[in-house]
């Protein structure tokens, strides 16, 4: 069953809360954090996931778009996000190694995402130790409304591969330009969650775009 995960990247801050709502059908909230640094772009951090928490019950799906994410590994987990998804280029190997680490000792699902340029097996020395999710970029991450790299597709399906191989239980998301239309090329290619901001929150008719998406 795919799971849709709308990003608030795309919602109104100033009625985060009911936009949040407006939301309530689908799987997963995916929460965009970027520091200006990994991304040129600046977003939302601690205190908003924090307020978020109190405010739903939904999963937080939170893609950490950050330099060194483990040095906020421990603040995210305590502001209630379920699972952390750190870049592979976002630090050296090792630390991303000691980044995961510390989720699972947090109780924190772990996920790790991939840039365009990063090669589909630059996943496997971390699928073998478990992971809970691996996010696929199909945009250059940064902002909401670009549009889809259908060159990330092989990679999709390779890294399907390698999770059916190391880690079944591994889900596989899609992250930027997901429209009905090139969600049913990802899940074809093997993934199982969906992020998507402006096709949810530009609809006019937003439980119909979540349940469109879930049926590509
Ligand atoms: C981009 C973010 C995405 C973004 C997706 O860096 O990671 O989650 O909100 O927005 P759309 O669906 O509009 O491409
Ligand atoms: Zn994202």
């Not at 996931?49 to 421990?74: C, N």
């Not at 899609?174 to 969650?193: F, K, L, P, S, Y």
Request: charged letters at 20%; a negative charge.
């Amino acid at each position: 069953m795919v799971k849709v995960a709308p990003s608030i990247l795309s919602a109104d801050f100033c009625q985060l809360g009911e936009d949040i709502h407006a939301v309530s059908s689908a799987d997963w909230l995916h929460v965009d954090v970027m520091d200006g640094m990994f991304v040129p772009n600046i977003s939302i951090g601690v205190p908003v996931v924090q307020s978020i928490r109190k405010h739903t019950d939904m999963f937080l799906d939170t893609h950490l778009m950050v330099e060194k994410p483990g040095r906020y590994v421990g603040a995210f987990a305590k502001a209630g996000a379920d699972l952390l998804t750190v870049h592979l280029e976002a630090d050296m190997p090792p630390a991303i190694h000691a980044a995961l680490d510390e989720m699972d000792g947090l109780g924190v699902k772990k996920g790790i995402a991939l840039r365009p340029i990063t090669a589909a097996e630059a996943v496997i020395p971390y699928l073998e130790k478990g992971l809970d999710l691996i996010l696929v970029m199909t945009v250059e991450p940064g902002f909401g409304g670009q549009a889809f790299m259908a060159d990330q597709l092989p990679k999709l399906a390779a890294i399907r591969g390698y999770i059916e191989k190391y880690c079944p239980s591994c889900h596989l998301e899609v992250d930027g330009g997901i429209n009905a239309q090139t969600a049913r090329q990802c899940v074809e290619a093997g993934a199982d969650v969906l992020v998507a901001g402006s096709a949810v929150y530009g609809a006019e008719d937003i439980p119909g775009a979540i349940a469109a998406l879930r049926g590509a």
